[in-house]
């Protein structure tokens, strides 16, 4: 058996689309902003009639409908921006490199190719029957592959990471409850209070995935298989480790940062405590109230790159919200670049966020890179094994990854409740 690296990539570049352009930009922010003011005039018919005691069916749809058309041309917005940045991205990938790697070296990868054709993916595959591979190999056919759709969590893009060479990371606490005291010029220095030191442990868990690809698909497949297989891979593990980020138990995969919140089951595990709670004000639903609340409970020191996380579907909740001015709480993106702001501060969407419901966290605010710590076991390695499963090649790929709080001040959590 013979061992190489995968060479790793930005996630930005997965799955890009080359025809977005500055213009198709600029249009799909002007339609957000016509399907906004569509969306508050709408808004304020379907208010003023529950004022006045009258349901309307079809006023109601027509705004839901109004309300979700606005989340798509948002996400439309984002998607063409992050795709005329790929595409610059891409362009200078093969000359200087990703953060710490090297360039990109063409006999590495040709030698890489060679590898995967000579020498996800939880079934064999043979090219004799179409589900399990042969459409990759007749005479003439579409030569791209169309994926199902896997929700990527944007917390590793705002966490902080760190790469080790070890097994493991473990990170030093002090309280800083030095104490102090005024005294006359003759009076007795009595001792002060020390400063006490606490520890965490940061253990990676390991992801793998096992796929199994006959030799002669292998040989005969007209597509890039060792490029296919990479973003396969990555993806998927991408997916996984991005829910573990959230809600992870800590066994053998990284602690979730809502485990850490009050009353969750890692609420007393950070020596600082817990990641306070704000109540939205209703049982069952969001309030502009209680949002600002939960903006303004954070100290001012990590306001500065606080950031709202949500799903999609809280976010079209909170879309409908207003101030004591009536003013929405939501604002579009009006710059390219710039996020989608709830109260002034940007949203990420977060997938695997709990929907509104009772005594859910449906919403995090504050500083994700001050507040959570993914910890990447350097690179992800394939093992190419054709020797267990003839005639089945296996490329087992292995990734090592951790996670946790390591600061629970700069962040909150809005909880659904009344009190």
Known sequence: MTFMPIMRR????????????????KTAIEAVNRGFETFKAEHTKQLEDLKKGKADVVLDEKVDRINASIGDLQTNVQKSIDEINAKIAAAKLGESGVGDLPASD????????????????????????????????????????????????????????????????????????????????TASRPATSTPQ?????????????????????????AINLEQWLADEVETEF??????????????????????????????AKHPWGAIPVTNSGQAAALTADGFLDLMYSLPGEFAGNAKLYMNRLSLGSARKLKDGQGNYLWQPSYVSGEPQTLGGSPIVELADMPVVGAGNIAALYGDMASTYLVID???????????????????????????????????????????
């Not at 930005?10 to 930009?25: F, K, M, N, S, Y």
């Not at 990759?136 to 760190?162: C, F, H, M, Y």
């Not at 442990?201 to 040989?219: C, H, K, M, R, V």
């Not at 003839?390 to 659904?416: Q, S, W």
């Open 197 to 221: 030191f606490g520890s965490l442990d940061f253990t990676p868990g390991e992801l793998y995935a096992n796929p199994a690809i006959s030799q002669q698909l292998l040989d005969d497949a």
């Open 377 to 419: 076991r350097i690179g992800i390695s394939v093992l190419r094994d054709p020797f267990t499963n003839k005639p089945y090649v296996h490329f087992y790929t292995v990734k090592r990854v951790g996670g946790g709080v390591f600061n629970p001040e700069p962040m909150r959590a809005l909880k659904v409740a009344a009190s």
């Open 106 to 185: 063409p006999e590495y990868i040709e030698g890489f190719k060679a590898h995967m054709r000579k020498g996800t993916i939880s079934a064999a595959m043979t090219k004799g029957t179409d589900a399990d591979g042969g459409y990759l190999a007749p005479i003439e056919w579409d030569r791209t592959i169309t994926g199902k759709l896997k929700r990527v969590s944007q917390i590793r893009a705002n966490a902080r990471v760190v790469s080790i060479s070890v097994s493991g990371f473990k990170k030093l606490f002090t309280d800083r409850a030095v104490g102090s005291g005024w005294v006359g010029e």
């Open 10 to 25: 930005p996630r930005g570049l997965l799955a890009v689309r080359a025809e977005a352009t500055p213009a198709d930009v």
């Open 238 to 267: 991408a997916r996984q480790e991005g829910i573990a980020f959230l809600s992870g138990n800590g066994a053998n995969k990284p602690y979730g940062i809502l485990t850490y919140v009050e009353g969750e089951a890692n609420a």
